[in-house]
């Protein structure tokens, strides 16, 4: 069975720096799709980067990257420039016939 | 012109009710889901529905029974709530055809059981 694990139950960083946040997940399957999904206090659930696993080049998004590191079975989120506005809960997410979360991140960021 | 629409947002029962959560879409997505996310935030997808069909099927209670009558809408009714069934509950949406099957959510129901 597939899961996702975020080791991180809670993550701070001042406004204007970097924090990267951890997900690992275990699958035997060779393709598949990873999500990082943020859920600020409003709780709507947001899509912030997607992975296609047969991609080897890293997603970006603006100011969201990630490190997929496929053999090590290792998806991290890093968030460059933290604003206020990136409070919330991260949710690292597994895809192939249905969508499995890890347990999610809290982050909070300080002015 | 909100994409994923859920109601009510909250929800106040009593242990024992029945109650109904409806989820409309107009994304002219063809698969829709219910997830529910319990107090420590870990979300779990319930039931998944496409095209109206039944695709997916956690191992939830039959006290929950999802029903689907046309591809925008999937409504979740729950019977004999129980204090257990106290989460946000949220609708998703997608198109089955996309290979990263891309879901949008809804602002998700709390609910709380009595």
């Known amino acids: 069975a597939q899961t996702v694990t975020q080791s991180q139950p809670e993550m701070s960083v001042q406004e204007a720096e970097t924090v990267t946040l951890s997900c690992t997940y275990d699958t035997s399957e060779n393709n598949y799709y990873l999500f990082w999904y943020k859920q600020p206090p409003s709780r709507q659930m947001i899509l912030v980067i997607r992975q296609e696993a047969y991609k080897q080049q890293n997603a970006t998004e603006n100011r969201f990257s990630v490190n997929f590191q496929k053999a090590a079975k290792s998806f991290s989120l890093k968030i460059s420039d933290s604003q206020l506005g990136d409070t919330a809960m991260y949710f690292c997410a597994f895809y192939t016939d249905k969508l499995i979360f890890g347990t999610g991140t809290r982050l909070q960021v300080f002015p | 012109d909100t994409a994923v629409s859920q109601t009510p947002k909250y929800l106040v029962t009593q242990m024992g009710n029945d109650k109904s959560i409806k989820c409309e879409q107009n994304?002219?997505?063809?698969?829709m889901y219910w997830y529910k996310q319990d107090s420590k935030k870990f979300l779990k997808i319930m039931f998944s529905y496409n095209n109206k069909e039944l695709i997916i099927n956690e191992t939830v209670p039959n006290r929950f029974s999802p029903k689907s009558p046309d591809k925008a809408h999937l409504n979740l009714h729950i019977n004999s709530l129980e204090l257990g069934d106290s989460a946000v509950y949220f609708c998703?949406?997608?198109?089955?055809?996309?290979?990263?099957?891309?879901?949008?959510f809804g602002p998700g129901t709390r609910l709380t059981v009595l």
């Open positions: 998703a949406s997608s198109l089955a055809d996309r290979p990263y099957n891309e879901q949008f």
């Open positions: 994304l002219g997505h063809d698969t």
